[in-house]
């Protein structure tokens, strides 16, 4: 097995009549044997744990609820368990209604089956023949999709309340301080200089600053 380079290289199929040394062995995850290409298959190998990750449920006739087979034990023995312990006929009817949907409409009972079912084209959920049409339980209708130009609009409203924000903010501390402009009629007023740009809340403010700063002379 192998070769004198990688002597482990290699293993021998669990199969006694195979015996085939495979390079790329597959390990069975159930009884964790080594096989081969042809017998990597649970069937082909017949594993005894194969069934194992199989699940097995049977509907009780007489309270309609679930039974789990365990693999490992007699399914007669499972099926005496749950008739001693678990089961109650009484709860037949009440176990089949959880089990199936029942028409949304308030006070309607009937049971939703595959020959009673029907789904409304207008608010795409299920009911009962009887209240198949829209006036019967009360459709609201398709949700309306909203309008192209809604939200164009709403999208520009939100960026022009933004740039009033930010332009109102830097008119505020374009005179190099944080204190609050006077207002007129609810509006912000400001003498720009014309050849700076540069903001005053008073007039005077702004002829002392052409003085000094641009020798007199206020042309851009």
């Not at 099926?79 to 209604?97: A, F, M």
């Not at 402009?181 to 609810?186: L, S």
Request: charged share 30%; proline share 7%.
């Amino acid at each position: 097995m192998g070769t004198p380079e990688f002597p482990d290289l290699g293993k021998h199929c669990s199969v006694d009549d195979c015996k085939q040394i495979d390079f790329l062995p597959f390990t069975c995850d159930r009884c964790t044997q080594v096989f081969c290409l042809d017998h990597r298959s649970y069937n082909n190998h017949n594993c005894p744990k194969g069934n194992r990750g199989d699940v097995t449920v049977v509907i009780c006739p007489l309270c309609a609820k679930a039974v789990r087979l365990n693999p490992d034990e007699d399914p007669n023995i499972t099926w005496e368990k749950h008739v001693n312990t678990d089961c109650d006929p009484s709860s037949y009817e009440e176990t089949v209604e959880k089990k199936m949907k029942k028409c949304p409409v308030p006070r309607c009972r009937e049971l939703l089956t595959f020959s009673n079912t029907i789904r409304c084209r207008d608010c795409s959920v299920e009911h009962c023949l009887k209240h198949r049409f829209g006036p019967d339980h009360g459709c609201a209708g398709p949700k309306k999709p909203e309008s192209r130009w809604s939200s164009l609009l709403a999208s520009a409203e939100a960026s022009i309340s933004r740039l009033g924000t930010d332009l109102s903010q830097k008119l505020q501390f374009a005179n190099g301080n944080s204190e609050k402009m006077p207002e007129k009629n609810g509006k912000v007023t400001v003498d720009v200089c014309p050849k700076c740009s540069r903001g005053f809340r008073e007039p005077g403010d702004l002829l002392k600053h052409i003085d000094k700063d641009h020798h007199g002379t206020s042309k851009a």
